[in-house]
Nanobody, 128 residues
Framework: QVQLVESGGGLVQAGGSLRLSCARSGRTFSTYTMGWFRQAPGKEREFVAAISWSGGSTYYEYYADTVKGRFTISRDNAKNTMYLQMNSLKPEDTAVYSC??????????????????WGQGTQVTVSS
């Protein structure tokens, strides 16, 4: 099993920044994809960003068009932690953000069904 715990959410004004963290523990994989998804009230869960790694120094990043250029995903393998740096936040970024993990490499990274493990979520609220 894999346990994921998010942190870093909160209330911020439009144009501000937040950094989310996702700490991973439990089973490890030689390859993996970790992603961020978000769900706003009354809306479906949507893909935000993901990072795929197969070992070594090469990894691949993926972003939703709505956050590209504003959000940056990164990971620190030594700390088993993934981050989502969110800049230039907009009120429409308000949602519960959840991190997820998959043992697959570059497969279905934008699809929630591809992820086996999920965190509990952290609220991000952007005021106008």
């Amino acid at each position: 099993q894999v346990q994921l715990v998010e942190s870093g959410g909160g209330l911020v004004q439009a144009g501000g920044s937040l950094r989310l963290s996702c700490a991973r523990s439990g089973r490890t994989f030689s390859t993996y994809t970790m992603g961020w998804f978000r769900q706003a009230p009354g809306k479906e869960r949507e893909f935000v960003a993901a990072i795929s790694w197969s070992g070594g120094s090469t990894y691949y990043e993926y972003y939703a068009d709505t956050v590209k250029g504003r959000f940056t995903i990164s990971r620190d393998n030594a700390k088993n932690t993934m981050y989502l740096q969110m800049n230039s936040l907009k009120p429409e970024d308000t949602a519960v953000y959840s991190c997820a993990a998959s043992p697959l490499f570059r497969v279905g990274v934008r699809e929630a069904a591809s992820y086996n493990y999920w965190g509990q979520g952290t609220q991000v609220t952007v005021s106008s």
